[in-house]
């Protein structure tokens, strides 16, 4: 089963597509609501978010901290654009490896879909070697799990 | 992983991708490709050579003529580093599918 897509279009955007058991307003919430995103939005095994802030209104700031509880750590800052309650999200943010990434634009969709929703994340990068660099990287943060299982294959 | 961030800086350049699909469909000598993308030799070399410095491109020797050809080994990296990437997403809408769970559960026991 594999209802997770992500693909590339054109030289700056990466597509998400993912469908859910629930209704648009639900996972509007879930992406909008820090109580709700500390709970999912973590990345691997052993990380947890304990700053999450999120003011969902136009020009509202977006904080989210992670930690692995081992000395780990990793931040992302945003700001939110545009909201149209339970069907779109569009905001900015970058990244902290330390040094700030280029600004993701990030234009999230939820459409009802039979029972549940279709998500799509539309990411606009600033040009072409800024988005191959995010791949390469590793769009989350927190991937080192994924990193050196890879290390290991190749 | 050096040769991840080789491979999709090579892959950021839309000529770069084209030759990469042409190359998908067979072997081809830089005379070959310099045809179809209306560019000079040197320019198709040039980009041939980023592929190949990227592990993503190879050649061997026939005769005068030197063959391009998709060079296995780097694109299945690839494939499997963006296999990663879709595979930790995933982990986190796994989370959201019991999250969303159990806020259906919570707005049915609401309802009681």
């Known amino acids: 089963m594999s209802k997770l897509t992500l693909t590339t279009e054109g030289d700056t955007h990466v597509l998400v597509t993912r469908r859910f058991a629930a209704p648009p307003q639900a996972v509007y919430c879930a992406h909008t609501e820090s109580e709700l995103i500390q709970k999912w939005l973590l990345g691997p095994e052993g990380w947890t978010m304990p700053v999450c802030i999120s003011e969902a209104r136009p020009g509202g700031k977006i904080r989210y901290e992670w930690t692995n509880g081992k000395g780990g750590a990793f931040h992302l800052t945003g700001e939110y654009l545009e909201l149209e309650p339970y069907r779109r999200i569009v905001h900015v943010e970058r990244m902290y490896l330390p040094a700030p990434t280029p600004d993701n634009h990030v234009e999230t969709t939820f459409d009802a879909d039979g029972d549940g929703t279709l998500m799509t994340i539309r990411m606009t990068l600033p040009d072409a070697q800024t988005r191959a660099a995010m791949l390469a990287t590793g769009m989350e943060r927190g991937m080192e799990a994924s990193y050196r299982r890879l290390e290991g294959m190749i | ?112």
Request: proline share 4%.
């Open chain 2, 1 to 112: 992983m050096d040769g991840l961030d080789a491979a999709f800086a090579a892959l950021a350049d839309p000529t770069r991708r084209a030759i990469l699909a042409r190359l998908a469909k067979g072997e081809a000598t830089v005379t070959e490709l310099a045809g179809p993308f209306r560019m000079t030799q040197p320019a198709i070399s040039q980009h041939l050579k980023v592929l190949e410095d990227a592990g993503l491109v190879n050649s061997r020797v026939e005769g005068t003529k030197r063959p391009r050809r998709i060079a296995k080994g780097g694109i299945e990296t690839m494939g499997k580093w963006l296999a990663m990437l879709r595979n930790a997403l995933q982990q986190n809408y796994e989370r959201l599918d019991t999250v969303l769970a159990s806020m259906e559960q919570q707005k049915e026991g609401e309802k009681r």
